[in-house]
């Protein structure tokens, strides 16, 4: 797997709302939802049924509570724009989303 391309603002987000880059790594990694965002850009995020799948730990032993909730916008070369937790709203994620 290809090492991860956070930006400058991304990593900084990521810090302030307590994501470590392990996390923000397992989200990328097993991420089965994606809505498209605009020129290019898309949020990415793990489904209930994917984390329910994960059990409650990932292979790399994250804890799946602490990745519900999380959305990672990527742009289109797959480069981490922000990442944010949205656990109560659905209005980010506009359409139900697609598998990927």
């Known amino acids: 797997m290809s090492k991860l391309v956070f930006s400058r603002h991304a990593t900084i987000r990521a810090q ?9 790594e397992a989200i990328i990694a097993y991420a089965d939802m994606e ?11 793990i489904s209930s049924e994917g984390l329910q799948r ?34 109560t709203s659905k209005a980010y994620r506009r359409t139900a989303g697609r598998p990927l």
């Open 35 to 45: 809505v498209p965002r605009g020129k290019g850009c898309a949020s990415v995020w």
């Open 54 to 87: 994960l059990g409650p730990r990932t292979p790399e032993g994250i804890s799946t509570d602490r990745l519900r909730g999380v959305t990672v916008l990527q742009s289109d070369d797959q480069a981490c724009i922000t990442v944010f937790r949205n656990q």
């Open 16 to 24: 302030q709302r307590g994501i470590t880059p392990a996390q923000l």
